[in-house]
């Protein structure tokens, strides 16, 4: 409730990324936060969006059509997390390519801002939920930050 509050505050003069830490681990708390994201879009005219690591328990349905990627430990997760209603956004040791690929059946779109240069605000790929799971592709993002070479030797081992 105090996050919704916070978002509600907000002035609305960019486009909100919604947990930069933290998520909502169930329903009743998806459902608050997204209708304070629907509220902020609406009064503002500017998108919102997440990742969730709660996937497997909170139901898309309960973000209330908001834009929300599942973010996911694998190739088996994307399907997984299709199944329950989801794009998915997972993290790779290195991108395949710059450009659209295929790895194990799956449609991987590497993420503009990563191999292009592309700032978020004039890429927009993480709002557009529905175009990603009407066609499949989930945004691939390579390790990076402060835990990169963590991130990177824990996914070359799997």
């Given at each position: ?32 936060v997204s209708t304070a994201m ?44 299709r199944r329950r209603e989801y ?72």
């Amino acid at each position: 409730k105090a996050e919704a509050e916070a978002i509600r505050g907000l002035s609305g003069r960019f486009d909100l990324r919604v947990h930069v830490v933290g998520d909502c681990a169930d329903d009743d708390s998806a459902n608050i936060v997204s209708t304070a994201m629907a509220e902020h879009k609406a009064k503002h005219d500017c998108e919102a969006w997440t990742y969730t690591h709660a996937w497997r328990d909170v139901s898309s349905r309960s973000w209330n059509n908001q834009n929300v990627l599942a973010s996911v430990e694998s190739i088996a997760d994307i399907k997984k997390a299709r199944r329950r209603e989801y794009a998915a956004a997972i993290v790779v040791a290195k991108f395949k390519s710059d450009k659209l690929y295929i790895e194990d059946g799956e449609k991987l779109l590497p993420c503009p801002n990563q191999t292009r240069g592309v700032q978020c605000v004039d890429c927009r790929l993480c709002m557009k939920t529905e175009h990603l799971r009407n066609n499949d592709i989930s945004i691939a993002f390579e390790a990076h930050g402060a835990g990169e070479k963590k991130v990177r030797l824990a996914l070359e081992t799997v």
